[in-house]
């Protein structure tokens, strides 16, 4: 198993750009979260998702849209990219059991963006 | 909402001390204390769990504890190895958000050989 695959591993966008940071798994976990890592603020929830058709916004979810078409795939859209987007990005799944209580995230390698 | 405190930020000890990383979390409903290790360029990756139901659980060079009461827990590493050098993060979940995961701060550890 691959596991948790993001791509790209990095992208410079310039200000009012837009793209796709893409994710997909290979585990057939239902659950489907984005995080984005800034320096000394740990790992925030931009959104996340419990299955195919199903999403829902995290802690941060202003600037951002996602889809979730598949269980595998779970893309990021930035649309009119900010500096104050720039960050890693992490994408992450799990598989929920004994009722939602105990599942461990397995994360991806992430995406370096840089916004100027 | 669940917040969760991370301390201290930064930790350098000697190769074969101890080191330990403390946490506290808000909501006293959460259940289940993941934490992870990240090393340079890569994802976090779980290295130990604890369930509320739990006080203590060890896996050889690690262990952590939890008080449900004071609403702390705690990482401990002894023994202490240059490949322990990373980034280790506490998080807390099931609480009301359900199964949303929520991160301390982090704390980079090092370990000098």
């Known amino acids: 198993n691959a596991g948790v695959t993001q791509t790209p591993k990095f992208r410079i966008l310039k200000i009012g750009q837009s793209m796709t940071l893409q994710c997909t798994q290979d585990m057939n976990h239902n659950y489907m979260y984005w995080y984005r890592q800034d320096p000394g603020m740990g790992l925030k929830l931009i959104y996340y998702?419990?299955?195919?058709?199903?999403?829902d916004k995290g802690e941060v979810p202003n600037g951002y849209n996602v889809s979730r078409s598949t269980t595998e795939d779970f893309p990021l859209r930035l649309e009119l990219a900010a500096p104050s987007q720039t960050s890693v990005y992490f994408c992450?799944?799990?598989?929920?059991?004994?009722?939602?209580?105990?599942?461990?995230?397995?994360f991806g390698n992430g995406t370096r963006l840089t916004v100027t | 909402g669940e917040n969760v405190e991370q301390h201290p930020s930064t930790l350098s000890v000697q190769e074969g001390d101890s080191a330990v990383i403390k946490c506290t979390y808000s909501?006293?409903?959460?259940?289940?204390f993941p934490w992870y290790k990240q090393e340079l360029g890569k994802g976090p990756q779980l290295i130990i769990d604890?369930?509320?139901?739990?006080g203590e659980k060890k896996d050889q060079r690690i262990a952590v504890t939890l008080n449900k009461t004071a609403k702390h827990f705690s990482l401990h590493i002894t023994e202490t190895q240059p490949e322990d050098s990373a980034v280790y993060f506490c998080?807390?979940?099931?609480?009301?958000?359900?199964?949303?995961?929520?991160f301390g701060a982090g704390t980079r550890l090092f370990v000098k050989a």
């Open positions: 992450a799944s799990s598989y929920p059991y004994q009722g939602l209580m105990y599942s461990p995230l397995h």
């Open positions: 998702s419990v299955g195919a058709g199903i999403t």
């Open positions: 909501d006293s409903a959460s259940n289940y």
């Open positions: 998080a807390a979940s099931g609480s009301t958000g359900g199964f949303k995961t929520i």
């Open positions: 604890i369930r509320s139901n739990v």
